[in-house]
């Protein structure tokens, strides 16, 4: 019967327009066919990935760059499931994006129905919170929450699930309503005046930059803090570029293939000002050995974090944009503190002069991104690669360093990439991935070449599972097992299929032509890179050891080209 | 040594799973639950939980259901070996 009254999926299509939704992704099945019909000529820019996890990956990243809520649609069952990975890596690095899901008929729901999951069930653990929807009406309401509550404090996913026929039913047409108004929490005084006092009397003190920082877009108030007090920083491996790289005072990053001057200045420090950071425990090693001699100062949005891992003497918990800005203490001398740091930094920088004709993948990393300059954003996969880009490359911007921390998740950098060159089309976005990750979502290199995303992409090809070898090497008396990838395809055949340009470095005075080669091109391409599948990661420390144990890299044999 | 939570929750669906979820989830037993009515929109809920190592802190414990959506309100009670579940008007006053 004819009606002017909107369904339910007209509803999720006008809301998300309201809410300023530009683009999002996703791919249609049965469930979340009314949505998709609702789409279709919306105006809604929607890219059409090739696999769901594909979609959630590169809503995260969109998220990431840009600083806006990511958006990502799938199906129920095993369009659902599928986004559970990127759901995770969303909720470990705190990232907003909202997963709109489609769900078999409320009838349906409890009978295992076709592509039934409880999906809502499913992902209770790695959500910041979710709903399954009953009513249209209360569409608008929902989505506007979502909203709001991926992006408030913390932020993280968050999941609205839909059954087909909620979707498809017609309802009196229902407006987001308003929404009450998340201030983030203000620095307590007396927790900023105790701070002030520590510092004051610091000898040693040290900055502990985290992911938290740029979530909260306090890049400008963190920067300005450094050079005020001129304190010496080390960053986490998602704090990586929210203070400069090239800054003086920068460290590099601290934990277990953090530099040995970071390290050694956490081992160190009278005074650990921990900012946004979680002391994760890839960052802390040891903990019972992790800034033995300090006193800790934790500036946090999320009261869980303090003294999860470690005690903190002052938490300060609120919005770092007014927090970093309102403790302002008259700086103790620290020169003798600084510059035995940088003395450090001097003697253990990492040297680029390895022996061999073979590519030197950390020469390669650091000159890309030099090259690339202040534009450059990287989405890494995972693995030895993501740890050389952590170390090697410079970062002059926030949010220019894309990766899977918490999660660690393989797979994510080429969606990622794509999703990142969406939100910022007129940055170098490169995503650098290994043989191994790049296999996991391989297939969005259709998506790429369908839409013309201009993604450059540096594939480290060591024919093996790199880190998981290293480990093996090191740890389990070379008793290697299942790591060897050798038959890997031709990447370049392959990327060249997918309708991308795609060219194979193996030689080390090839790298400086290919990497202009990269940057120039006009279409989505893939460089392929041949490394010594001997090469390791170094500094290491050792699982469950103290940062003050690392070891050290050993160029006993020249890098070989392959 | 058990330790008592009481938190009042809403009646949305997920809300209960979510709680008694994380607490497993963050290292801890769950002895006993007791869920009961305190009104239209609000459920009271009792836990009495035990950390499953002595690294588990039920302070943290406490902040990570209080971030969670649906919380009402959250008391914990001091160390205990029974649990007894709380005067549910007072709870709701």
Known sequence: MPTNKPTGAQLVISTLKALGVDVLFGYPGGAIMPIYDALAGSGLRHILVRHEQGASFAADSYARATGRVGVCMATSGPGATNLITGIANAYMDSVPVVFITGQVATHLMGTDGFQEVDFLGLTLPVVKHSWLVRDAAQIPAILARAFAIAKEGRPGPVLVDIPKDVAASFVEASEMGELPAWTPAAPKADAIEAAKALIEQAKKPLLYIGGGVHMADADAEMRDFVERTGIPFVSTLKGLGTVSTYHDLHLGMLGMHGTRAGNMAVQETDLLIAVGARFDDRATGKLSAFAPHAKVIHFDIDPAEFHKNRRADVAILGDLKQALPALRPTMPDISDWVKLNKANKWQHRFKYDAPGKGVYAPALLKSLSEKAGKKFIVACDVGQHQMWVAQHCEFEQNRAHLTSGGSGAMGYGLPAGMGAKLGLPDHHVVTVSGDGSFMMNIQEMATLRRYGINLKIVLLDNSSLGLVRQWQELFYEENYSEIDLSDNPDFVEVAKAFGLSAFRITQRHEVEGAIDRLLAADAPTLLHVLIDPRENVWPLVPPGASNAEMMEERWDEPIDSY | ?93
Do not use: C, W
């Not at chain 2, 040594?1 to 801890?28: A, K, P, Y």
């Open chain 2, 1 to 93: 040594m058990s330790q008592s939570i009481h938190i009042e929750i809403d009646r949305l669906e997920g809300t209960l799973l979510r709680v008694l979820g994380l607490i497993e989830r963050r290292g801890f037993h769950i002895d006993e639950i007791d869920l009961y009515d305190l009104g239209p929109d609000t459920r009271g809920l009792s836990v009495s939980v035990r950390p499953r190592d002595a690294g588990r802190n039920i302070d943290i414990l406490g902040l990570q259901i209080d971030r969670l959506y649906g919380i009402k309100r959250l008391e914990q009670a001091p160390e205990r070996a029974q649990t007894v579940r709380p005067n549910a008007e007072k709870l709701s006053a």
